[in-house]
């Protein structure tokens, strides 16, 4: 069981905007940034959000991130079939003293 | 750009042990933080440890504490990954990645640990 609690999987169709959720506590996302990856099956993660809301560097402009309180959110509008991955969220734990990952979001693309 | 090469994964028995590493080109290694993520057979990501830009700092995972050493060769712009008592549950996909207190920036190839008896 993950420390950041996420969805295990969501759908959307083409063109539509789409929110994955990533829950934690005041040890971790409610006092520390949070991270999201994306990965492909079968190929390495890649940085998507950086900061909680930062773009890392050659991104969509379509993938946006926010925080609040000890939930953050990955925001993807106009999904495109590529955006079929699992998507994770990460931050660190001040209580486990280490960084703490959800559990992966399946993003499935009718 | 970053780049992180992999090596020394394989097949083990439990109780072995078995040592990665990780060089890194790209960018200054010196004053970049490190860890190790690892992923289980159709798993999620698990974070497994950190280590300083200095590397006077280390972090561990419950699940590898008191197992695993993380280590750097800052001259060699090396990382390592020192894996002892080997289980069938550290059976995975390990990966070196860069970032100062969470994983970001970079990402090795990953490569495959297997244990088996």
């Known amino acids: 069981q993950s420390v950041l609690t996420q969805p295990p999987s969501a759908s959307g169709t083409p063109g539509q905007r789409l929110i994955i959720s990533c829950s934690g506590s005041n040890s971790n996302i409610g006092s520390n940034d949070v991270n999201w990856y994306q990965q492909v099956p079968g190929t390495v993660p890649k940085l998507l959000i950086f900061i909680s809301d930062h773009r890392a560097s050659g991104v969509p402009g379509r993938f946006s991130g926010s925080k609040s309180g000890v939930s953050a959110s990955l925001a993807i509008s106009g999904l495109q079939s590529e955006d079929e991955a699992d998507y994770y969220c990460?931050?660190?734990?001040?209580?486990?003293?280490?960084?703490?990952f959800g559990g992966g979001t399946k993003l499935t693309v009718l | 750009q970053v780049r992180l090469v992999q090596s020394g994964g394989g097949a083990v028995q439990p109780g072995r042990s078995l040592r990665l590493s990780c060089i890194a080109s790209?960018?200054?290694?010196?004053?970049?933080?490190l860890h190790w993520v690892r992923q289980a057979p159709g798993k999620g990501l698990q974070w497994v440890a950190l280590?300083?830009?200095?590397?006077?700092?280390?972090?561990?995972s419950d699940s590898v504490r008191g197992r695993f050493t993380i280590s750097r060769d800052n001259s060699n712009n090396t990382l390592f990954l020192q894996m002892t008592r080997l289980t069938l549950e550290d059976t995975a996909m390990y990966y070196c990645t860069r970032g100062e207190v969470v994983p970001a920036f970079g990402w090795g190839q990953g490569t495959l640990v297997t244990v088996s008896s």
């Open positions: 990460a931050s660190w734990d001040d209580s486990l003293n280490g960084v703490v």
């Open positions: 790209g960018f200054t290694f010196k004053n970049f933080a």
């Open positions: 280590i300083s830009s200095d590397g006077m700092n280390k972090y561990y």
